[in-house]
């Protein structure tokens, strides 16, 4: 998030304000139902509410479990044992704070009672330059463990955005490269980055690094439509100040552009209701609905996580997932200029994407018959921030799903057919000029799909010309081009189908013509040691996850797919040194075995990171994993190249994947959908 978005957020959260007029308060709301990180929604519906409209449920304490994110005075006292420990000296920063989640052993064997509960803490000493990891036992009340972590830097943190901003409008190079284009150095936004790449020099420094671009600001909206080309500050901040400027020359700069637009008219209403309240039922952060059983937990770096997914047959759960969220977003861009080649922005983990989580609005971002969980966050500062809140930072809704099934007999007409129903979780991320929205979709026939939606403004240059605007890009406006860009976006999906012993099976469908001449068939390969695979459109490739000792009716392993959905290649070098950092964009599926430590697809800090860290480490020494605890990564990706039509505001673009039973039932799971009463 940049400066403009952070202050823009406190303001929601401290006069309760939203967007497009939705009423929104840090632990209720009045459009919508709103659950508190650590609340449950009531049974009971209002009288509003069974009218259609949208109406506050009333809240109750949830049942604890040991993987509710952590809560406001959890994080107040994570703050206080690192603060008073003769450990660390004072200034402290602290770019993230979260739930230690406990081993995933003592998880599932928990049914009730006491658990245990530690916080995880990124402490970064910027005088220093010295980052350590703490582990707080928040029931004990004192530090369980703490380590240096020399090299290493943490993410971008808040605080950051408007010291490194400071620190560009005050140095004399960059104020006479603003006045050189004929611009007021206040009227200019700084965007701040993560430094990318950066010279050998200057990584020899061990400092840590960020870098500004500008836009015009003036007092416009969406500066990021105004782009001033061609200067970019690398920005020292262990010795604060401005260590390498770069102006490669003047191009036209627009200061009139709104990047707005009146909305239009036209559209007669449309409105969403459930008169009877929600299918689903809400406890703490435990969702069934239908069959389906799981947990919508939060980390502040990788957003919205599910937990403990399974389908609920004969009176126990089945498990599927352990663990599914979002690792990594890597988006290089294509414009070979010094200027621009650093730009490889690693969304998640340079920036804890997860904390800038958009306040969801209904009719904006959902429909009128969804339920919201609001998140509580820790501000970088320790206890002199405190904490602040995320309102309605995902939600969940009921919506039409089409046709589920249908079936007709031709001789008689008779017809026996199925309405679908779909359960959406959903929550929205602002990063700088973009915005990500993650989707988990659970259908009836015990499918779900993965949906990320990509939108907000093009990241824009200024050019002299058409020309020099269509060469690696789309000239989108006079004098402003839109660089072609890419977006690989990578989950984490810990399986437990049918328990912990699971093996992963690469299926390709192979010509095997025969006489006749038309035959084909499916080649299975069993995936035996951690890897990688690329996906093969030609062999219509899939992946299934089975498990090695419990098998279906037929004696077939019990299973799970996962169906690739929209790809790409990278279309870097292959020796592009961001790419090396990035081996979920080099190939789109990898088996690891389950470790509790490797979450990230990039490694833990890819901020200022080296090649090697992530699922390459995670990978090397290759470990089998036939029959063991297995996790799958899988990235789905596209090439932008922008058009016109996406200038000022560019629409959402939709990507994501697939995962449906395989063997897992014995027969179809949705035949015993409910009929819709008309």
Request: net charge negative; glycine share 10%; aromatic share 10%.
């Amino acid at each position: 998030m940049r400066e403009n978005e952070l202050n823009r957020r406190r303001f929601l959260v401290a006069s309760g304000l939203a967007v497009a007029g939705a009423s929104v308060t840090a632990g209720a709301s009045t459009a919508g139902a709103a659950i508190s990180g650590q609340e449950t929604q009531a049974s009971a519906v209002t009288a509003g509410q069974k009218r259609g409209r949208a109406a506050t449920m009333a809240a109750a304490p949830a049942t604890p479990h040991p993987l509710d994110p952590l809560s406001a005075d959890e994080i107040m006292s994570t703050f206080r044992v690192i603060e008073r420990s003769s450990q660390f000296g004072h200034g402290l920063f602290f770019p993230i704070v979260t739930l230690k989640e406990p081993p995933k052993s003592e998880v599932l064997a928990w049914t009730s009672g006491p658990f245990s509960r530690k916080a995880f803490a990124n402490v970064y000493d910027p005088q220093a330059n010295r980052l350590y990891e703490v582990f707080v036992d928040l029931r004990a009340g004192q530090i369980d463990s703490s380590s240096g972590k020399p090299g290493a830097q943490p993410a971008v943190y808040m605080t950051e955005w408007t010291t490194a901003s400071k620190i560009v409008h005050a140095d004399a190079g960059f104020k006479t490269a603003m006045r050189n284009r004929g611009l007021n150095p206040n009227d200019v936004y700084v965007d701040i980055w993560a430094p990318g790449d950066l010279p050998a020099a200057v990584v020899a420094t061990g400092h840590r690094m960020l870098r500004g671009i500008a836009f015009y600001q003036g007092s416009l909206s969406n500066q990021y439509d105004r782009p001033i080309e061609g200067v970019v500050a690398t920005i020292d901040m262990t010795s604060k100040k401005v260590v390498d400027l770069v102006d490669t020359g003047i191009r036209p700069v627009n200061t009139t552009i709104t990047g707005s637009a009146p909305a239009g008219s036209g559209l007669k209403r449309l409105i969403v209701t459930q008169p009877d309240g929600p299918s689903f039922t809400i406890d703490g952060r435990s969702v069934s609905w239908q069959h389906w059983r799981f947990r919508v937990d939060y980390s502040p770096r990788e957003g919205h996580v599910l937990h403990q997914v399974g389908w609920e047959q004969n009176g126990s759960v089945r498990p599927i997932i352990y663990r599914l969220g979002l690792s990594e977003i890597y988006v290089p861009y294509a414009l070979p200029d010094p200027t621009w080649s650093w730009r490889t922005a690693f969304d998640v983990g340079e920036y804890n994407l997860g904390q800038y989580a958009e306040p969801l609005a209904v009719n904006v971002d959902v429909p009128e018959n969804a339920v919201f969980f609001d998140e509580v966050v820790s501000s970088d500062t320790g206890t002199n921030g405190g904490t602040f809140g995320l309102p309605h930072a995902a939600a969940i809704y009921e919506r039409d799903g089409g046709s589920l099934w249908d079936r007709t007999n031709p001789w008689t007409a008779e017809r026996d057919a199925r309405y679908c129903r779909e359960l959406v979780v959903t929550a929205a991320y602002v990063i700088g000029n973009y915005t990500y929205a993650v989707e988990y979709v659970f259908r009836l026939d015990g499918s779900i799909d993965v949906r990320v939606n990509a939108t907000g403004t093009t990241l824009n240059r200024g050019v002299n010309s058409t020309a020099e605007g269509d060469q690696y890009g789309t000239t989108v406006s006079p004098n402003i081009a839109a660089p072609s860009h890419q977006h690989f976006v990578c989950f984490r999906i810990d399986f437990d189908v049918d328990g912990t012993s699971n093996r992963l099976v690469e299926e390709n469908i192979v010509s095997a013509p025969g006489a006749t001449g038309n035959g084909f068939a499916v080649q299975r390969t069993v995936i035996g040691v951690e890897g990688w695979s690329d996906t093969n459109d030609e062999t219509t490739r899939t992946w299934v996850v089975e498990n090695t000792s419990k098998v279906n009716a037929l004696g077939n392993p019990t299973a799970y797919a996962l169906i690739p959905g929209e790809s790409t290649v990278p279309y870097s070098a292959p020796n592009y040194p961001p790419l090396l950092r990035a081996p979920f964009a080099q190939h789109p599926l990898w088996v690891t075995k389950f470790n509790p430590s490797e979450l990230y697809a990039a490694g833990d800090y890819p901020n200022q990171g080296q090649t090697g860290e992530g699922l390459t480490a995670y990978a090397a020494p290759a470990e089998g994993v036939n029959g063991q605890d297995l996790v799958v990564w899988h990235t789905t990706g596209f090439t932008h190249h922008p058009t016109v039509e996406e200038y000022p505001v560019m629409t959402t673009d939709r990507l994501g994947f697939r995962i449906v039973p395989n063997g897992f039932f014995d027969g179809n799971p949705a035949l015993d959908a409910p009929v819709q009463a008309p």
